[in-house]
């Protein structure tokens, strides 16, 4: 028996290392991993509530909720809980989860794209991978998969990889392993982690792609095992008192709806509602082509009108005050921004942002009431002396006093003083166009300074 | 179930410990059902296949050694015992033809009646070949044969025999096994013995190694080349060619050492079925050590009752040349394979052809037969040949390997071996590296090997640090190449 043992202890000093990369894998997640995986991890976090926060608004949903839905400007009290790729399933999870650990929110909007209504492309290479639910709530799932026999999560393999996964052994963790080098990818997952806490779990596409993909819908139809999850989501929100919103989510003008598919979506939340009186379902109108990064994610262009749209209908859910918190957010969105009508569309948005414009072109107040002109937004020429001509001020139409601490100071030279007690000398004129410098009134920085030049008769972003 | 899957590594060590659990009795009859698993883990329906070849093969050597025992008169014996042998292979090759070269026929068919103007238009049968059909098939055969000539007694303990036909080590890409070898061994029960454990385990270890790490590493490289052969030209393919030689070897010699580890931690001795074969020096010398268990079979059940090379010499070319093409269709049901083994037919009676010349060539410029340089060239010249048949083995269509041939001889490329040309094959620099690594560890290997050392007595032998630095060596390279796993081994489409 002593020799068996011995042996025994000799065939797993073999298989150490084996051993030890799953340790390691299991414990250092944000070393290797991808981007998308600490976002998991975050959203984990925040459902166990270890932020310390609770919120009264939650959106759940995918990708194409992640993307639509802007937290910072939605309310102080918004998070954005959708994780990319997942479906109803996860969702669920998700709420029972939050739950466990948080207060219920008042109100829930939950979007998803068709696609996810129908399979699951992501179960096993980011769920799974994450490790964003227990090993019990992911058993639960293949349980209910097999039972559904939905072949995009439930395979004959799936048990081992269950076990691949929750033991996080090498198989499945290699290659990010060998990807992610030794702990090289830790400070970049800590950076990105930075800015689902900053955007409130929006993290998907923060930037501009202009390709929509146009689609022709032909017919609406919901797999068994999501439609299962959909309505145990449904009725966990009405056990707990949870408003719920169900929102379809802005598709491209260009694409197109049969009669068939109309009829199907219609005839399928008409069957929600009657078992869940409570719920409002909303089929939001088509937006431009050009606010979409492909055939249904929202830009983040198309992201803000949205959500503005969407805080309007719904003023109920939402304040209409700015913490600190949603506007570090939102100077993010400033830095990214690279239009100058989008960016006067962020001013219109948020009244606690000013912009001080310097124009070299000369004709900016007229361009500005013919382009540029929104409701929220007053535009105030300086009226400087010659020497430091063609300087105005967007702010906030109700709050026109904010920010008046500008003046001329020396050749070229525009002192501003923003309100954190710091003076900026600013120079704009060296290009020829308009030069722009967003200040955040409420913490009185300088959250950045945007360049555009005049070219055919446009105003486009410099370098 | 593959042995380089998750299901394999749950499923041996739990049919290893109920089986030196149980009592000697039992243990077969666990094997059998753990071979029956193992198999119906594929397809549940084609363990009928399997059953009903074990059990036309069981009752037909029965009765071929009763016709023998109980007739008096030779001659009917003779005649009774032929009847019976040839309705049984016939019933099995029958299972083999329709399930792996029925729509192969049909193709030739339909082809050669075109040719007459006549359109067949018989829809092709959709069936899904049985995994391992060849190897269990001609295991059987092998048995009956060996029972017809009376080299072996015929097996009365069905479940024995059962096994012997489905042990899972070997039942899907072999060895293909003999009765005096496998079925001998299965009638004592085995107990657990550490030593014999610890080197069935350490014989996995290393197929695991050639399969994980050099092979599927190497089929990357061959897949992204030969998926799109077009967009390659010259040392490209050449490169290819040669990654291809390397990653069947590996692949093949890697189920086949999995195999035989995993029957040793079970106490059962299979057969070798490589020895070095690169190092052969001649064609003829590469098939007694290629695919051994395989060669072997037709070499006692077809080439030697075809009349061998007892005979005129046009009739042992004959006897080479349709063991060898048999031998390649065996391999698969496409004109690749028949003509894959058509040219290794021709190489041998090639080689045999210019035997003399050679000798007579040798002997004026003195050449040392023994000399280093000389068996090296020998060497280098049965890999080219060896490695051009490959050619035919793995593209797709004969045009495509008659493109890739022929293109392989523009070597106006050979300078991307300076530079990073190499890496813009499918593998990159970290995994082209690892292989390095890999291959060298497979040529000392075979080159201790060759020299007569036994390269798992030498490193028992050595100090623990040393040992142990190997094995975690071993196992990281493995881990490292997990990302790469999960593709079939290339000899169970046979």
């Not at chain 2, 009774?80 to 292979?89: D, I, Q, Y």
């Not at chain 2, 000389?374 to 793995?394: G, N, Q």
Request: with cysteine; proline share 3%.
């Amino acid at each position: 028996m002593k020799n068996k043992i011995i042996f025994l202890i000799k065939c797993i000093m073999v298989m150490l290392p084996f051993i030890l990369i799953s340790l390691y894998a299991r414990m250092n997640m944000m070393g290797y991993t991808d981007e998308e995986a600490p976002y998991y991890l975050w959203n984990r976090e925040v459902c166990q509530n270890k932020t310390g926060h609770s919120y009264d608004v939650l959106i759940l949903g995918d990708s194409e909720a992640n993307t639509a839905y802007l937290p910072e400007v939605l309310s102080d009290s918004c998070v954005n809980l959708s994780l990319g790729g997942t479906t109803p399933m996860e969702n669920y999870y998700t709420l029972k989860e939050y739950l466990k650990y948080n207060d219920a929110p008042k109100a829930v909007f939950i979007s998803f794209m068709d696609f996810h209504f129908q399979t699951s492309d992501c179960y096993w290479i980011r769920t799974m991978y994450s490790h964003r639910y227990s090993a019990c709530d992911n058993w639960e799932m293949l349980q209910e998969a097999r039972r559904h026999d939905e072949s995009s999560i439930w395979s004959e393999s799936a048990y081992l990889d269950w076990i691949s996964y929750e033991l996080f052994l090498p198989d499945k963790y290699i290659a990010s392993l060998s990807n992610g080098g030794f702990n090289q990818r830790l400070e970049g997952n800590t950076g990105t982690r930075y800015f689902y806490d900053i955007h409130d779990g929006r993290y998907i596409d923060r930037t501009v792609k202009e390709a929509p993909i146009i689609v022709d819908y032909h017919s609406f139809f919901v797999n068994p095992l999501f439609d299962d999850y959909y309505r145990k989501l449904l009725a966990l929100c009405a056990e707990n008192g949870i408003h719920v919103h169900l929102v379809k989510l802005p598709l491209p003008a260009s694409d197109t709806f049969s009669e068939e598919y109309v009829q199907g979506f219609e005839q399928y939340f008409e069957a929600v509602k009657e078992a869940f009186p409570g719920v409002t379902v909303d089929w939001w109108d088509s937006y431009e082509d050009r606010l979409f990064t492909d055939s249904c994610h929202l830009n983040i262009h198309g992201a803000l009108r949205f959500t503005r749209e969407l805080k309007e209908k719904y003023s109920e859910d939402f304040n209409n005050t700015y913490s600190g918190h949603q506007l570090a957010g939102m100077d993010d969105y400033f830095s990214i921004e690279n239009h100058l009508d989008e960016l006067i569309n962020w001013l219109d948005a948020c009244p606690d942002y000013a912009a001080v414009v310097c124009d070299t072109v000369g004709d900016f107040p007229d361009r500005y009431e013919r382009d540029y002109k929104r409701p929220n937004v007053a535009l105030t020429d300086c009226a400087f002396s010659d020497r430091a001509a063609g300087i105005y001020v967007l702010e906030d139409t109700a709050d026109r006093a904010a920010f008046d601490q500008i003046f001329p100071d020396g050749d070229e030279l525009i002192s501003i003083y923003p309100g954190d007690g710091t003076c900026y000398n600013w120079n704009p004129y060296g290009i020829h166009g308009v030069n722009v410098l967003v200040i955040n009134t409420s913490s009185g920085e300088i959250v950045c300074e945007k360049k555009f030049l005049y070219i055919n008769d446009e105003f486009v972003l410099q370098g | 179930m593959l042995f380089n899957s998750g299901e394999f590594l749950i499923f041996f060590p739990l049919v290893v410990l109920a089986y030196y659990v149980l009592p000697g009795k039992l243990k077969n009859s666990w094997l059998l059902i753990a071979s029956y698993y193992f198999y119906m883990s594929w397809n549940a329906e084609y363990a009928l296949l399997l059953l009903t070849s074990t059990l036309v093969t069981y009752a037909g050597a029965l009765l071929l050694e009763r016709i023998r025992q109980k007739d008096e008169d030779p001659g009917h014996a003779g005649h009774l015992s032929r009847v019976v042998l040839t309705a049984v292979l016939a019933a099995n090759l029958a299972i083999l033809f329709y399930f792996k070269y029925f729509n192969f026929a049909l193709d030739i068919a339909e082809n050669t009646a075109h040719l007459f103007g006549i359109e067949l238009n018989i829809q092709p049968f959709d069936i899904l070949l049985p995994v391992g059909i060849s190897f269990y098939i001609f295991q059987a055969l092998g048995y009956l044969i060996d029972v017809y000539r009376g080299d072996t007694r015929a097996e009365r303990n069905l479940l024995k025999y059962a096994l012997f036909v489905s042990f899972f080590p070997q039942l899907v890409a072999g060895p293909i096994e003999r009765s005096g070898n496998l079925l001998r061994q299965l009638d004592t029960p085995k107990k657990f013995d550490i030593p014999g454990v610890r080197d069935g385990l350490l014989i996995m270890l290393w197929g695991y190694f050639l399969k994980l790490v050099i092979a599927d590493r190497c089929a990357v490289l061959v897949n992204t080349v030969y998926d799109a052969y077009e967009d390659y030209r010259g040392f490209q393919l050449v490169l290819a060619n040669v990654f291809f030689a390397i990653q069947i070897y590996c692949d093949f010699m890697g189920y086949s050492t999995i195999a035989k580890g995993a029957a040793k931690v079970l106490g059962i001795r299979l057969m070798d079925n490589f020895e070095q074969p690169y190092f052969a020096e001649s064609v003829r010398e590469f098939w007694r050590r290629w695919h051994i268990s395989l060669s072997t079979w037709f070499r006692d059940y077809v080439y030697i009752p075809l009349g061998g090379s007892r005979c005129s010499r046009l009739k042992k070319y004959r006897n080479v040349f349709v063991t060898f093409a048999v031998s390649g269709l065996w391999h698969g049901a496409s004109m690749n394979f028949v003509l894959w083994g058509v040219i290794h037919g021709l190489y041998q009676i090639a080689e045999d052809l210019l035997s003399p010349v050679r000798a007579k060539l040798s002997a004026r410029f003195q050449v040392d037969d023994t000399s280093f340089s000389w068996r090296f060239f020998r060497i280098l010249k049965t890999f080219v040949l060896v490695d051009i048949a490959w050619i035919f083995f793995r593209a797709r269509s004969l045009h495509s390997a008659l493109y890739i041939l022929r293109s392989s001889f523009d070597l106006s490329n050979i300078g991307m071996l300076l530079n990073d040309g190499i890496y813009e094959l499918g593998l990159n620099t970290r995994n082209m590296n690892l292989l390095v690594i890999a291959l060298a560890a497979l040529v000392t290997a075979g080159c201790m090997r060759k020299r007569g050392v036994d390269v798992r007595k030498w490193l028992s032998g050595q100090n623990l640090a040393f040992r142990y630095m190997i094995y975690w060596g071993a196992v990281i390279m493995i881990i490292l190449s997990l990302d790469l796993s999960g593709m079939e081994f290339i000899y169970f489409q046979f």
